[in-house]
């Protein structure tokens, strides 16, 4: 877009061209021209009799043309027991397919002509982004309208969708900053609320292919849809073709409006995410009740205002908490300007552990001196000056146009909404800036989230107030998955209280079974050497894993792979892995993995049969090939598995329990005696339905003796 680039260029030109005679001894004396007036080209509208909005942009500097078909409806409109629907819907709409073709088959078909046909979902819309080349839009085109027209969400691009939103919630305490955001929000709009929500094993296993068609059916109809195309053709015969490809195409219902925010704030106050493998603290302050509408004559004083506060090196955070007291690299945030719905006012800042409370109290001086420190005319002008020149870069071609005028049709903004921008920026005075800081901040009504290492901070955390633990924990996969088998449906039940009659009786056989209570008592260590087969990116992996355990808390396992050999270690007191990447404390959802392996190991959940922490139950009887075998329920201590027992020997024939890429089922083919204990030593292994592995214990030595300091942390 030329035309665009001569006003920014020069603008940089007439900054060039001051007279160099002219000194001055500060950069305040120097006087810039005002910015011109930039002229945009605008798209041309075309509004079908089926409600479909259609901006078309040409632009010839190359033989492309680029596309987004936009539609209302989104993640905030989902009940809370479907919270992760929208992502499964982004990732399997597209890769899916058609009627007409599979998702691998679209694959090729566009990968041969350097195009592309994506599809995506938000918080309040869902999209179809396309490119290709001019030549081949005649070809390409029609695969867009049949990803809007015709999906399929097979099934096995469902379950590939399904299986990367449970590993995604699996790792999802991995990053402070990651766990510092969601709950940060939670505690603005409450978690209740669709704009807080967060994805679990419970609701991303209740989706099923029925419900993105659904959804699907809900929301995509011409009505809803903003289509814009840019790129080189000619608006007359590209218009012609899409009033062809769509005219026929009939109104479905209305998309809703903005979701309300739903949800309580949390109270005032100090809380606390204990993260113990960091060495700096994400602080956050939030209050919620707050944000200003862009349609709102508050929001341009607004946008100054996050501008003086923290407008990057010339902001007041950046110069207080950073240039002044060198307590953080990065810190910002301000009042949420939004679109169509209320937001929060919220502050990031990152500092070491130990000038964690520092930093907070930092934090709280700049957000009192909002309300009594006045904003001088300097502060005014500099945050001015820096909106406007970025603003420039936001219109700098004829796509960054198209994407404005297409946003605000969306919202339902005036048209002139970028144009009339500058002008009333401009206007805002420091007054205005005042004002807006005394309506919408509240220092006396935030919530601090701390997430960090508590015991490394500079003071404890309760010099600030009473302080509120968050709990992280990631709920156990609970719910019965959309294809269910009875074992799931199993480990879905509400957990008994007590052991029943029944499963003790089941449980005592399984004793017998593996060496009876006298010899499973006194095993207090093992060492065992086994090999797993597992799918690789290429292949079928081999796997050998070395691992000693003892009895109950401790665990040393070395996994020998073929990138590289890993350690992980298990202790009461801590968790840790080393590889080829060195050592580090493991990271939290590891670490439950790692405990709730142990707690349900054959070895410790006989040795814990009289515990009242582990609870036996009986759940009918299921087929294990010809065999009819008794469902006993394992409660152990926090993990729910199912063993299924022949019940006239006490031999394990299955083990079920729920990963988050589905249900785990394991197979025990054949059992050994060591040294008085019989455990399986071949086994295969499925999740989800799908094959996953297969497994050989090569040794097993029961009480080896142990060196201590084999579970010490180890160093780099």
Not at 520 to 534: E, L, P, Y
Not at 559 to 574: C, F, N, Q, R, S
Request: no cysteine; charged share 20%.
């Amino acid at each position: 877009m030329k035309s665009l680039r001569i006003h920014a260029i020069a603008a940089a030109t007439a900054l060039l061209s001051l007279p160099l005679m002219a000194q001055v001894s500060d950069y305040r004396e120097i006087k810039t021209p005002p910015l011109h007036q930039i002229q945009q080209p605008q798209p041309k509208r075309v509004q079908l009799a089926n409600g479909m909005v259609i901006f078309l942009m040409e632009d010839h500097e190359l033989p492309l043309i680029r596309g987004n078909a936009r539609i209302r409806g989104g993640a905030r409109d989902l009940p809370a027991g479907k919270t992760g629907l929208a992502g499964i819907y982004s990732a399997a709409w597209r890769t899916g397919g058609t009627a007409s073709k599979t998702g691998d088959e679209l694959d090729d078909f566009l990968e041969a002509r350097a195009a592309a046909v994506e599809t995506n979902a938000n918080e309040d819309a869902s999209s179809v982004r396309f490119h290709m080349l001019k030549g081949d839009f005649d070809t390409v085109f029609p695969i867009v309208v049949d990803v809007l027209e015709h999906p399929t969400f097979r099934q096995e691009k469902v379950d590939l969708a399904k299986t990367s939103a449970t590993t995604a919630i699996s790792r999802r305490n991995d990053d402070a900053k990651g766990i510092a955001d969601r709950e940060m929000s939670k505690l603005g709009f409450g978690a209740d609320s669709p704009y807080a929500r967060v994805p679990e094993y419970t609701t991303i296993n209740s989706v099923t292919r029925d419900d993105l068609a659904a959804f699907h059916k809900r929301f995509v109809y011409p009505n809803n849809i903003i289509l814009s195309i840019t790129g080189d053709f000619d608006s007359a015969a590209m218009e012609k073709k899409l009033r062809a490809a769509f005219g026929a195409w009939a109104k479905g219902p209305q998309a809703p409006t903005a979701a309300p925010t739903g949800g309580a704030p949390a109270k005032p106050g100090v809380y606390l995410v204990a993260k113990d493998d960091v060495t700096q603290s994400n602080i956050y302050v939030v209050h919620g009740g707050t944000g200003v509408l862009r349609s709102s004559p508050d929001f341009y004083a607004m946008q100054v205002m996050n501008e003086i506060l923290s407008g990057g090196f010339s902001g007041r955070l950046m110069n207080d908490i950073r240039t002044q007291r060198g307590l953080a690299y990065g810190v910002g945030g301000g009042v949420d300007t939004t679109w169509d719905r209320s937001g929060l006012f919220h502050i990031w800042m990152g500092t070491k552990s130990g000038s964690t409370v520092e930093a907070v109290n930092a934090l709280r001086t700049d957000l009192s001196d909002l309300q009594t420190k006045p904003f001088t005319a300097d502060e005014l002008a500099q945050a001015k000056e820096a909106i406007l020149n970025a603003y420039v870069f936001t219109a700098d071609s004829k796509a960054k146009v198209l994407d404005q005028r297409a946003n605000l049709e969306f919202y339902g903004y005036p048209p002139d909404f970028y144009q009339t921008y500058p002008a009333k920026l401009q206007a805002v005075t420091a007054d205005d800036v005042a004002r807006v800081a005394k309506k919408y901040v509240q220092p006396n009504q935030v919530s601090v989230l701390v997430v960090g290492k508590e015991k490394d901070f500079d003071k404890p955390l309760s010099s600030l107030g009473a302080v509120t633990a968050v709990d992280i924990t990631i709920p156990e996969p609970g719910a019965k998955p959309a294809v269910a088998t009875a074992g799931a449906a199993a480990a879905a039940a509400v957990k008994p209280t007590s052991s029943s009659p029944e499963g003790l009786a089941l449980i005592k056989k399984v004793q017998s079974f593996v060496g009876g209570k006298a010899k499973i008592d006194a095993v207090v260590a093992t060492h065992s050497i086994g090999s797993m087969q597992a799918p690789g990116p290429s292949g079928p992996m081999e796997v050998e894993i070395d691992s000693i355990v003892k009895y109950p808390d401790y665990s040393h396992r070395i996994v020998k792979t073929p990138m590289g050999e890993i350690k992980m270690i298990t202790t009461p007191d801590g968790a840790y892995m080393s590889g080829p990447m060195g050592a580090q404390d493991m990271p939290a959802s590891q670490r439950t993995t790692m405990r709730n392996e142990s707690r349900a190991d054959i070895i410790s959940v006989l040795k814990n049969i009289d515990n009242p922490k582990y609870i036996f139950t009986v759940a009918g009887t299921e087929k294990v090939g010809t065999a009819d075998a008794q469902a006993l329920t394992v409660d152990a201590d926090g993990p729910t598995i199912k063993w299924l027992v022949d019940p006239t020997s006490g031999k394990i024939l299955r083990r079920i329990s729920q990963s988050p890429r589905g249900e785990a089922v394991t197979d025990y083919t054949e059992w050994k005696t060591f040294d008085g204990i019989t455990l399986p030593i071949s086994f295969t292994t499925t999740t989800a339905g799908q094959p996953n592995g297969k497994g050989t214990l090569k040794s097993m030595e029961i009480n080896p003796t142990i060196e201590p300091k084999l579970f010490e942390k180890p160093v780099n």
